[in-house]
């Protein structure tokens, strides 16, 4: 079944304490990205990348790192999170550029940072 | 990045009533609009999509519309049914980036 999967869903930590969100697709897309959900803000992008090795920010990158070693798999990592990190976080792919493809998302991750 | 406003931010309508959600946007290089959809506990999934060089799109009971001049696009849902109920996002293209509009929570009521 072609998807995209994230983990942990649900995650609970405090501040200052490193974290990895792991996500892989199993479409051999280009394409992957991160973003955070917050109630009445929509979607915003985190960061993006469009192959192995190209990373590069989106709207909300501060706080946040990424790495692309594999095509399938794009890990966020939050090296030293803070409250205002707290939030929904959705991986996606595409087989192209997300401004003209369909974006695949995963199931979503829920943050708590205490 | 480009503007995006959605509205409303909240609907209600009985089953097999029409709803429809506005979206607006600035940048007028943008050619790529499509909606999404996103249910309790799951990602958003794209639902219908849009290019400028089209001014309608049909899907059975949806239907997206899009006037490049006015700069505006809307989503139309025809005989709601309580499975149409979700947060509706709409979104266009800037650049290399898609921008999102802050959604639409639809609700249908039996």
């Known amino acids: 079944e072609a998807q995209v999967t994230q983990n942990p869903r649900y995650l609970i930590t405090v501040t200052g304490k490193k974290l990895t969100v792991t996500c892989s697709q199993n479409m051999n897309h280009e394409y992957m990205s991160w973003y955070r959900q917050d109630p009445g803000l929509g979607l915003r992008q985190i960061y993006y990348s469009m192959n192995v090795e190209v990373t590069d920010k989106g709207d909300v990158p501060e706080g946040y790192k990424v790495s692309r070693k594999e095509k399938r798999n794009f890990p966020l990592i939050l090296e030293s999170p803070s409250p205002n990190q707290t939030s929904l976080y959705f991986c996606?792919?595409?087989?192209?550029?997300?401004?003209?493809?369909?974006?695949?998302f995963g199931p979503g991750t829920r943050l708590t940072v205490t | 990045g480009e503007n995006v406003e959605q509205h409303p931010s909240t609907l209600s309508v009985q089953e097999g009533d029409s709803a429809v959600i506005k979206c607006t946007y600035s940048?007028?290089?943008?050619?790529?609009f499509p909606w999404y959809k996103q249910e309790l506990g799951k990602g958003p999934q794209l639902i219908i999509d849009i290019r400028s060089n089209v001014g309608e799109k049909k899907d059975q009971r949806i239907a997206v519309t899009l006037n490049k001049t006015a700069k505006h696009f809307s989503l139309h849902i025809t005989e709601t049914q309580p499975e149409d109920s979700a947060v509706y996002f709409c979104a266009a293209n800037s650049g290399y980036a898609l921008n999102f509009g802050k959604g639409t929570s639809l609700l249908v009521t039996p």
């Open positions: 996606a792919s595409s087989v192209g550029l997300a401004n003209n493809y369909e974006q695949y």
């Open positions: 940048d007028s290089a943008s050619n790529y």
